[in-house]
């Protein structure tokens, strides 16, 4: 084959040019991103837990705590762990325009509130900062995040109430808030919207009144409401047809009869100690063939412990100090 002086002279040409440019590497971190992290390692004064965080080297491959979506190279996910930096959440996160997963764990002196900037994270699907010492409120602006189907705040300082308008997000799974404090009621708009496989975790805080009604409409499968200050009635959110697995009531001021209180079949954990719950035990409690945890001590309930399923096999700490309550494992009734 004929090769034209024209198209070598050409291709010399080229291979020199190429060679006086910069090495290219293969996996590009964006530089937008690298300089948005390079901000944020500053803000939180440059810790320990970020040295790998070099401005000459690869943010998705070399750098700990990040991680980058292979389809675009872009950082699609922060996780900084067990570290005593200290500082605010750098407002600079919400210039992470890819990010999926925002996860600051065991951050103890980690302060401030949380930055409104995140609203503008398209793509944000878990908000996860546990165990740190921030404080405010549990933001309103969350709910303007329609990506987020993990709200996992436990374990904080937050304060005021809970925004009803999480109920407006469209994927939401979990929304875990147990552990801080939290006080007012829960939020109607709870029972008003479609999931399945919701979980809501909001034990451990000072949230009292009683439960929305609405929320028996809810198919929840699981509810901890446990050490709160709720009253009032809480059967509705049992019945034959729920997915309800797990359920945790318990340290509350609950009062109902439970007498005609009817199960559904998939419930494994069902607590419900230091309440004011009167009545007898539903025959149905026999039932439950997947009954792991089961505790009803500390109420007001009576008459016999009925007898089958897996009833027996929880000792007399289930059930003791109740009203009247008797019968195997308690003493038999007079
Ligand atoms: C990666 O980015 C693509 C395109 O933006 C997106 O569809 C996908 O969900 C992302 N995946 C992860 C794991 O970030
Ligand atoms: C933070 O931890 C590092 C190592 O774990 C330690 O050297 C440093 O003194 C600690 N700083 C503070 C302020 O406690
Ligand atoms: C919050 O800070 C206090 C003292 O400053 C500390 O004892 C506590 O462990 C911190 N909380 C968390 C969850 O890290
Ligand atoms: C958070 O609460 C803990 C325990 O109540 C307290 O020791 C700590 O000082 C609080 N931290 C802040 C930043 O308010
Ligand atoms: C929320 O985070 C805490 C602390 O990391 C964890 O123990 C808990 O299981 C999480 N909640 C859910 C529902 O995953
Ligand atoms: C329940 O209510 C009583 C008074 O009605 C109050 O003294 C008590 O602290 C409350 N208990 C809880 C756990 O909220
Ligand atoms: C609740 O969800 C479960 C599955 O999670 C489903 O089997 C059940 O039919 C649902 N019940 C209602 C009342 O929607
Ligand atoms: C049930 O709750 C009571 C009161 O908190 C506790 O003392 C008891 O150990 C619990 N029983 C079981 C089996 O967990």
């Not at 990010?99 to 302060?111: D, R």
């Not at 546990?130 to 709910?143: A, C, H, K």
């Not at 200050?229 to 009531?249: E, V």
Request: glycine share 6%.
């Amino acid at each position: 084959m004929e090769v034209s002086p024209g198209l070598s002279l050409l291709c010399v040409a080229l291979l020199l040019f190429v060679s006086t440019l910069p090495p290219i590497s293969l996996s590009a971190c964006s530089s937008h991103d690298k300089e948005v992290l390079l901000r944020i390692k500053e803000d939180l004064g440059n810790p320990y837990v970020l040295a790998s965080w070099l401005k000459d080297t690869d943010c998705c491959t070399d750098w700990y705590a990040v991680g980058c979506n292979s389809t675009n190279d872009r950082i699609n996910l922060i996780s900084i762990q067990y570290s005593n930096l200290s500082g605010e959440i750098p407002a600079a996160v919400g210039d992470l325009p890819y990010l999926q997963t925002i996860f600051f764990h065991k951050l103890p002196n980690l302060v401030g509130t949380i930055p409104e900037t995140i609203t503008a994270l398209k793509f944000l699907q878990q908000l996860r900062i546990t165990w740190t010492n921030i404080t405010g409120t549990v933001p309103d602006f969350l709910s303007k995040i329609k990506s987020l189907n993990n709200i996992n705040l436990s374990f904080n300082n937050l304060t005021g109430s809970i925004p009803s308008s999480l109920s407006e997000l469209p994927d939401i799974r979990t929304i875990d808030l147990s552990r801080n404090k939290l006080t007012g009621s829960i939020p109607e708009t709870f029972g008003s919207f479609e999931i399945q496989d919701f979980y809501i975790i909001w034990s451990h805080n000072q949230l009292s009144g009683p439960i929305p009604g609405s929320l028996g409409a809810q198919n929840f499968t699981k509810l901890d409401f446990s050490r709160n200050d709720l009253t009032g009635d809480a059967s509705f959110l049992f019945g034959k047809n729920k997915g309800l697995q797990y359920i945790d009531l318990s340290r509350n001021n609950f009062s109902f009869d439970f007498s005609d209180v009817e199960f559904p079949s998939e419930l494994y954990n069902l607590d419900l100690n230091h309440n004011k719950i009167y009545g007898t035990l539903p025959a149905g409690l026999t039932e439950l063939s997947n009954l792991q945890n089961f505790n009803v001590s500390y109420n007001r309930l009576c008459g016999q412990i009925p007898t089958g399923g897996k009833l027996q096999s929880f000792d007399q700490y289930s059930y003791f100090h109740n009203k009247c309550l008797c019968g195997d494992p308690l003493p038999a009734c007079q």
